[in-house]
């Protein structure tokens, strides 16, 4: 392997680690910011910014870190046992459901700036800012939903089922995310950018 390959490693490796640690920081401040009874993800810029800068793969990785601090501070019981509740009633389904969704989150957002990014940064940088906050509470909904209808069933009280997770779990969350990441967009893209030279 010549120098330069080295080097681009060196820093594709030390670029994700930086962008891990900050997932992990926005991530555990997080459990502390609630609308609902599910915490607020402020660790979706940092997934884009890693997806734009080294690829689908990337953000697939800082996807899988955020959704692996998710599950771990859940069980730690920093959520209000919300994560605890559903290890008891299906840790597979939970797994499955926590860490798929942020992982498919951060890889999806990654292919949808590569989409865009030639013809448009700042429409780019929007896209994977849409995709991420959607394909992360879409897939919440979906595992919630298929692994946890009987729960959730008896906590709606009644309320159809799909309206309770979306409405009652996710939906003011979902927003939230959704315009932290547009008000974000244009100091995203400007780091996308910087970050592109630096490689």
């Given amino acids: 392997m010549n120098n330069s390959r080295r080097t681009d490693k060196t820093r594709r490796m030390t670029g994700l680690a930086i962008l891990s640690a900050i997932?992990?920081?926005?991530?555990?401040?997080?459990?502390?910011?609630?609308?609902?009874?599910?915490?607020?993800t402020l660790s979706l810029a940092p997934i884009i910014i890693g997806a734009a800068i080294y690829g689908t793969g990337a953000g697939a990785i800082l996807g899988f870190v955020f959704s692996a601090v998710v599950v771990i501070t859940g069980i730690l019981g920093w959520d209000g046992g919300f994560i605890m509740m559903l290890m008891g009633i299906s840790p597979i389904g939970l797994l499955v459901t926590a860490l798929g969704k942020g992982t498919l989150a951060g890889w999806l957002s990654g292919l949808c700036y590569k989409a865009i990014a030639r013809k448009n940064e700042l429409a780019a940088v929007i896209c994977a800012g849409i995709v991420c906050p959607v394909a992360?509470?879409?897939?919440?909904?979906?595992?919630?939903?298929?692994?946890?209808?009987?729960?959730?069933?008896?906590?709606?009280?009644?309320q159809d089922l799909v309206s309770y997770i979306i409405f009652g779990l996710a939906g003011l969350n979902f927003l939230v995310e959704l315009v932290v990441n547009m008000v974000l967009s244009s100091g995203i893209s400007q780091i996308i950018r910087a970050g592109k030279k630096m490689r």
């Fill in 136 to 158: 992360n509470t879409g897939l919440f909904v979906v595992g919630m939903l298929v692994f946890f209808a009987d729960t959730f069933t008896a906590m709606a009280g009644g």
């Fill in 23 to 40: 997932v992990v920081v926005l991530q555990i401040l997080s459990n502390f910011v609630k609308f609902g009874p599910v915490s607020i």
